[in-house]
């Protein structure tokens, strides 16, 4: 028995309806983006879309993050000499930004390629003997400019269901640090140490609690932390506290010295970022469990190589639909304002994708202040990012909306037909190497990235469709 | 457009309203004093194409996505007021986001059916865009009205074939009226339950139907629309088929009426055979020449109910009507299947009648130009009228002027108008046409299509005409024959 | 104006009437009943049952506006100066009897005679009480099955003084075959396999209305030998 109608068009209609006292739901519809109509149309009746999405959303959100090992690049990914991994989409040395390049550069020196640094510009723009690849494409993800290389130490994290593994560096801290491009003598010592002290230092303390206690559950400390005030992007603070607890005891009884065992504890406990290089790689680990899906339209991962924005897509494989980063929109530190900001830059976007970061804001109000949003508008972008995903996290839920799970399974589809962009909150890099942080705010990816996307899905479908959706190619405009 | 005065064009970019709402603006809009022409519409290319008839020059960059504001003032100075008067008119149809809790209404039929367990779907967005819409409510395991018209045949095609496969319905597209669990869909009447079901592939057909069983005071249990374009070959009766399925396994229908034009031959045999197959009987009222008007089908439902069949009502003016001196009958309609069927019976009786939805194509009429020496009847909905327009039954301007035209005319012979009742329409129809009809100096007859719970006040419409010197029936095909008796009598 | 349904007596009677105020005869947080020239029409929100002599509401305010004066003018209800204006016609015939019918046993109930109705009307507390309710229900299912009562009828209508005027209004619905749609859907689930279902979601009903309903409906059910087999005319 019909007692509900849902208008979507002409509000004559709806008040029609409504003036003969049954239920309307108002849909406040707008045009798609410009382009999209034919392709929109392609994939809305693929018949194999609805399905591919429904499997892809369930092992994303199947998916949970154990913290296995602690061992350094060269062995987990098999990283060589001269390899350099990225943040973001593909990209050469003469396109890369200030932060990316000078972290390539410090990089550069850390592997002995050069004494000193700025030697390294001509190494990079010689090409020979390095090569550059996106964190990404090495089940990775990295912070900012997000370089690696050999001799840095990762956490790797597995899916106990399927033994699958992403990876991640330690975070360095705040300041001066090479993920903004700084590089240093401070910056090489410090990065020196972590490899030396901290990175041995952490895998006694993850393989002893491994055996002991079993593996860390980093999607367990995601879903406290989401309760905590942290959204896992800019806020790990909680995050960061829980891990410390989790590891300390084993680090304590590891057998180092325990000067170093001091200093570990300090410079973890002392870096409110410290848990975002294991939000990251949870997140990755989650959202590749969708890769691969033919037919499905949900994307797998945001990046951002600080000149480029890229989105992947469960149904496109590795292909990569870039346009240019956007600079943030927000507050600034001390003098800094938006002629230092470098464009967005990192692979943190990837907490977005999984539906915490700036989708969760409902959940962290005291990261809306930084960002220079209010209260309301935290609530308001939440519940706006459902509107282009296409379920909920059950396990990951915003106190504030009533316990509702994040926002999960960002579809494409639904991104082109209402114009809603994925809402990220990031920090901001500053333009010229080596500066630092000069703020944070709001940043969207560049829209003309979705309508990209979208064609190449329709293309796939009608490649793999029966003939009438070969016909379904409408003239443009 | 004069080159006096003052044009202004901007864009608004990000700016969102729907097509009737933004048609009403613009009506507002061009009653502002010093306003001699104007139109606030998105920036499709048809809406594009209406602003370049205008006389507007458009600017290249306009899209869809944006809101165009096109202005012809006759002095300069006005500039500010009138911009004042255009805001002032978008803000009042700018519903706030009425919600509990004044939460952000839903912006796609997707997520406007989370937790709707009950729901149907009304979609009415550009034709262009309905299918995805429409999809959404399928997915959903909804049936669904599509409104919109100028969905691409192939659209509607694979959308019926998905509805087909989940035992859904897709009414439409270009379907205007419904009534689905007695609630009224579109255009809609406001109907008794009762033992009738209808399936539709037109409109104001099927209102006249509700009307009528209206009045011999049988009720109807639901209205099925099906568009216009369902029983073509192309489409192959699939929304058809599955109505009359749908209202045979409806234990409160003991009688179904299908109410069309003549289908293709193909469709129609394959129609008729599966209506044979059910347990309920179905009674055909395919509109055509030679077939029964739809007063006629109404009766024979009655018949076949076992209810008596009643004297349609007709109220006569004060000073009954006589024939004038002119010669050609002027109809004026809102209803395209009013018009239809008023044209077959006209077409037997008095010869051929020309029209801008004619039966034949050497009988177009282009209602533009002066009216020629021949019958005319108008249908004021058809596309090429209602551009930059809304549709008569909302905004009835256009069919006023025309009056004015017709019944100023010494060919004029007699004036046959309908007015159509119900949800959706406007709240008054007779009132400007009763002014019209008692200033007119020939005979007028009016068909009201309407039931006696719509919300205009059936009786007192009808009223209002008949003081006003119209002579006023409940039967649209009644009223043709009389206007016809009307022409050439001493 | 505040949009309302009705069902097609209603809005009739309404429009039948003289015009002038019309007394509050029960208020509630849900439902106003009124005495509109000696018969009951109530207005009920979606919060209370639909029951075949009410106007039906999505408002939610209700409680406020039945707290004012009410009057009918020119057959339009007004609620504190509020007109009610009908948009919809609500079906609330009882839906025709599917399950199969078989011989009465006999001995099985005793049928319900018209002394019997002597004491079960007005027998009971409430707005609607339980001996009313019992009859409804019997009646619902006599109308469903085609069978007419005249001696039962009479027999109600002799006694209806001795009932609220709701309730005499209700049992005046029962005797027309105007049902509420909990009831509405027993008959139509009788004999198939949601017959458990809705007999649960009958007895929601009110306090013990929905209970009464269904005891006077299994009477008559009984009385006249609907048995639970699969319905007339198809599978269940």
Known sequence: MTAHVVNVGADLLAEAVSAQAVEVTRVDWRPPMPGTEGDLATLAVDPIRRDANVRALAALLRTTAQLVDVAPASEVLGLQRGEFLHAGPPIEWAMASGPLRGALMGGAALEDLVADPEDAVALFESGTSVWLEPCHHRSTVGPMAGVVTPSMWMFVLEDPATGRRTHCSLNEGLGKVLRYGAYGPEVLTRLRWMSEVLGPLLQKAVRTTVEDTGPVDVTGILTQMLQMGDEAHNRNRAGTLMILRDLGPAMVTSGADPRDIAAGLKFVGGNDHFFLNLAMPACKLALDAARGTTGSTIVVAMSRNGTEFGIQTAGTGDEWFTGPAQVADGLYLGDYGPDDANPDIGDSAITETAGIGGFAMATAPAIVRLVGGSVPDALATTRRMHEITLGENPRWSVPALEFQGVPSGIDVTRICRTGILPQINTGMAGRLAGVGQVGAGLVTPPAEIFPKALARLAELARDRGESHLRGFALPPG | MSSDGLTHVELRPGAYADSVTLLQVSRTVQGIAGVTAAQVAMGTTLNLEVLTQMGFAVPPEATPNDMVLALHLDDAEGLDQALAGVDAALLAVNRPAAGPRDLAPPRTTATGLRGVTDGIVLVSVPGANAMVEAMDALDAGCDVMVFSDNVPVEQEVELKRVASGRGLLVMGPDCGTAVVDGIGLGFANVVQPGPVGIVAASGTGCQQLLALLDHADVGVTSALGVGGRDLSTAVGGVSTLAALHRLDADPGVELVVMVSKPPAETVAEKVRSRASELSTPVEFALLGPGQPDLTAAAESVLARLGRAVPQWQVVAPTTPLTAGAGRWLRGLFVGGTLCDEAMLIAATRLGPVHSNIPLDSNLALDPHRPLPGKHTMVDFGDDALTAGRAHPLIDPSLRLEHLAQVAADDETAVILLDVVLGHGAEPDPASALARMIGSARRPVVVAVVGTRADPQDLAQQVRLLADAGAEVHLSNAGATRRAIDLIGQP | ?236
Do not use: F
Request: hydrophobic content about 45%; some cysteine.
């Open chain 3, 1 to 236: 104006m505040i949009p309302v349904s009705a069902p097609p007596r209603v809005r009739e009677r309404l429009r039948a009437g003289p015009s002038g105020p019309v007394r509050v005869v029960h208020h509630g947080a849900h439902a106003v009943y009124l005495d509109v020239g000696g018969w009951c029409v109530g207005v009920v929100d979606q919060h209370a049952t639909q029951v075949p002599c009410a106007l039906g509401t999505r408002t939610e305010d209700l409680a406020a506006l039945g707290a004012g004066p009410a009057y009918v003018q020119d057959g339009v209800l007004h609620l504190s100066g509020v007109p009610l204006v009908v948009g919809r016609l609500r079906e609330v015939s009882v839906p025709v009897l599917r399950a199969a019918l078989t011989t009465p046993q006999p001995g099985t109930v005793a049928p319900l005679s018209p002394e019997t109705v002597v004491r079960l009307v007005g027998a009971g507390d409430g707005l609607t009480p339980w001996g009313d309710d019992v009859l409804c229900g019997w009646l619902a299912l006599h109308r469903a099955a085609g069978i007419l009562t005249p001696a039962i009828n009479e027999a109600i209508r002799t006694r209806s003084e001795h009932t609220t005027m709701l309730s005499a209004t209700l049992l005046e619905c029962a005797m027309r075959g105007e049902v509420m749609p909990p009831v509405a859907a027993y008959v139509t689930a009788l004999g198939t396999t949601r017959q458990a279902a809705a007999e649960k979601a009958l007895l929601a009903v009110g306090h013990s209305t929905g209970a009464g309903l269904l005891e006077g409906a299994q009477w008559a059910a009984v009385e006249i030998g609907a048995s639970v087999g699969p319905p007339i005319g198809g599978a269940a």
